[in-house]
């Protein structure tokens, strides 16, 4: 029997798949890029490319509001850009999930990437969202599929964060 790759990137897509998310927006990110991809190519899946994640707020918000399940999948840096419109979610009372690969953390070379990479949590309890974390590869099915169950049988507002040293040191290139 010819052995298979399994990876904690296909087991985020497995997850979201199964569990009926019909849309994903994104701000185009190396560790979200299986996910993204995988969406691209699924006919039942509307990818959304976004300009700034604070976007992906209104879309998984109108996502809802359409019947549909979304999440959002973004880096931790893009959680500072979304404050503002996570108070929609708690006003509204919206489900929502979204996926944050982290920066800031294990070997990181941007030191621009630290400040919001430890604050990251603490920010996301702050606006009423419950944080879940994923440090190895074989426990982030199991935490995504929890998160997404709370989310949309709950009704609850759930961020899975997804360790750096998950996806491994990122390296600076010059061209």
Known sequence: MEAVEH??????????????????????????????????????????????????????????????????????????????????????????????TMRGEYAEFNPWQGPMGRRTQGVLELMGINVHRAERPDEVGEIVGAALESTFLAGERNAVLLSQSLIGRKKWERN
């Not at 497995?14 to 009926?20: A, H, I």
């Not at 849309?23 to 699924?42: C, L, M, T």
Request: charged content about 15%.
């Open 7 to 100: 990876s904690w990137q296909k087991d985020v897509f497995d997850v979201l798949k199964q569990g009926g998310i019909r849309q994903i927006a994104f701000v185009p990110d190396a560790g979200h890029s299986y996910a993204i991809s995988a969406a691209r190519s699924d006919p039942d899946i509307t990818d959304v490319v976004l300009t700034t994640e604070e976007e992906g707020v209104g879309v998984v918000a109108g996502a809802w509001l359409g019947g549909q399940r979304a999440a959002l999948l973004m880096q931790s840096s893009g959680v500072g850009n979304c404050v503002n419109m996570f108070s929609l979610l708690d006003s509204c009372r919206f489900p929502f999930l979204t996926l944050v």
